[in-house]
């Protein structure tokens, strides 16, 4: 089964769409639309996000492509509620700035509380999987708690869904083709086993430093293949059996309207 | 996270905006890895596991073998709490935002590096009481002219003038704003003595500003 949240006829709903497409809400209501109708707004499928732990440099080629060595220990950063949004919404690209990319990657959704959860345990803390799209501002980097809060939790940088896929519906999380197309072309194309530290290894890594919680996410890191991108560019993250996740990228000044 | 906690969804904390502390680093931050001083603000997050109020045990650290680590420090700062949606704001109206003021504590491993996100040293359970309590922004002239002490077993350990602060509390809440769009509720720990104060296990911790109150914790451990 695969969880969401919609927008439908002025409604916010919780809905599961089973294996056929069917919809059907929470109060067991069946919605007479399909997946890909206009209809639907897509919202952020975590209905009460916790905690967003983001890999950085988690697959070696990736490492590679940036320039550094593969981790020997997982770099891990946070981020909140405010840079999410969700399949078909739009992302905004700052002023001034010579480098934004995409990251294509695999979220696992924790659906229990643990801490000191062994690496053999793992899954059981694991509802489901999702896909998320974490946008780097390569020109914000500093070399003070990189990736620092300027890169990486700008509101709307963190595109996610459309759903959350059950755990016992994918076979094997760690041999997933993972593919990004950018205005239709493919620029990234990878696939989940090359990660170097895999979901079980960093449920055990983060709940022996802290308590997770239901809600709480783990972005685990993008492999080679980022580009720039530009306002007016769609992008579509995929991940085999999860979802395709499109996000169109807009100005600064479209974004924020009269706020800019 | 404790249910009462004071905090509503998010806990900003500003690191290294001690002027003494950033002059005192300034050779080791020409150096690798930092390669030059930090131009913007140094920010980290305290996430949900981490909120706690006054009087509650802070959890002693373990590591990963499931020892007690060796070493825990504490750092106090003033708590800017967040009144309504804060985007984009100018330095010159920031303060207008504010809802209220509290004290947030910062339990944590010693700092040892500011290159990485230091996940290991700062997300430690219960490490960030916030309180006792928030109060109401107008009973507070100017917050950069109030002062965090903290005090061990009732020992006073540092003091620090917040008109030592690199950034004002009305920088820091404009250029947070242009990161991202704060909410009601919100916490931004705006800065710390660059020494924090070291602590043992069963230490009664307690963070004071005058008009805000005081923060009282005990370490966990004993």
């Given at each position: 089964m695969r969880h969401a949240r919609i927008i439908f006829d002025g409604r916010e709903l919780d809905i599961d769409i089973d294996a056929n497409d069917r919809i059907t809400t929470s109060d067991g209501q069946r919605l007479g639309v399909d997946l890909d109708s206009e209809e639907i707004t897509w919202l952020p499928?975590?209905?009460?996000?916790g905690t967003i732990f983001a890999l950085g440099l988690n697959y070696a080629d990736h490492a590679t492509e940036l320039a550094f060595e593969p981790p020997k220990e997982p770099l891990v950063f946070i981020k909140h509620a405010n840079t999410l949004t969700g399949h078909k919404q739009v992302s905004y690209r700052p002023d001034n700035i010579d480098f934004q990319h995409y990251e294509c990657e695999l979220v696992a959704v924790i659906g229990k509380a643990g801490k000191n959860i062994k690496r053999e345990d793992a899954m059981d803390y694991v509802a489901g999987y999702t896909v998320c799209n974490d946008f780097a501002i390569r020109d914000y980097l500093e070399n003070y708690y990189r990736p620092n809060l300027r890169v990486k939790?700008?509101?709307?940088l963190l595109p996610m869904g459309p759903w959350i896929v059950d755990r016992?519906?994918?076979?094997?999380?760690?041999n997933l083709r993972l593919t990004t197309e950018v205005n239709g072309k493919i620029t990234q194309d990878g696939s989940t086993k090359d990660m170097i530290f895999d979901i079980p290894f960093l449920v055990e890594y983060l709940s022996k430093i802290m308590t997770l919680n239901p809600g709480d996410m783990i972005a685990t890191g993008t492999p080679h293949g980022v580009v720039d991108m530009q306002p007016g560019d769609t992008v579509v993250c995929t991940i085999e059996n999860i979802c395709s996740l499109e996000t169109r990228i807009v100005s600064e000044q479209e974004y924020y309207g009269d706020k800019y | 996270m404790t249910a009462n906690t004071l905090v509503n969804s998010k806990l900003v904390c500003v690191a290294l905006n001690d002027k003494s502390q950033l002059a005192a680093l300034e050779s080791t931050f020409n150096q690798?890895?930092?390669?030059?001083?930090?131009?913007q603000p140094v920010l980290y997050y305290k996430p949900r596991n981490t909120w706690s109020v006054d009087g509650a045990e802070v959890e002693w650290a373990k590591d990963f073998d499931g020892n007690n680590v060796p070493a825990m420090v504490v750092g106090a700062s003033l708590g800017v709490v967040i009144g309504r949606e804060t985007c984009r704001v100018g330095q010159d109206e920031a303060?207008?935002?504010?809802g209220g003021y509290t004290i947030v504590a910062d339990f944590s491993l010693p700092e040892e590096s500011y290159f990485r996100p230091d996940i290991k040293g700062k997300c430690l359970d219960t490490s960030a009481p916030v309180g006792p309590e928030i109060v109401p922004a107008d009973t507070i002239d100017n917050p950069d002219a109030l002062t965090v002490t903290v005090y061990v077993n009732g020992e006073q350990k540092n003091e620090f003038p917040l008109r030592n602060m690199q950034r004002s509390v009305a920088e820091l809440i404009s250029k947070i704003s242009w990161i991202m769009t704060l909410q009601p509720g919100e916490i931004i720990a705006v800065g710390f003595a660059g020494d924090r104060v070291p602590v043992a296990q069963g230490d009664r911790v307690e963070a004071t500003i005058e008009g805000v109150g005081t923060l009282t914790n005990t370490l966990g451990g004993a």
């Open positions: 499928p975590v209905k009460e996000p939790s700008r509101d709307s016992e519906d994918v076979a094997d999380v760690n | 690798d890895p930092y390669k030059k001083p930090p131009t303060l207008d935002y504010v």
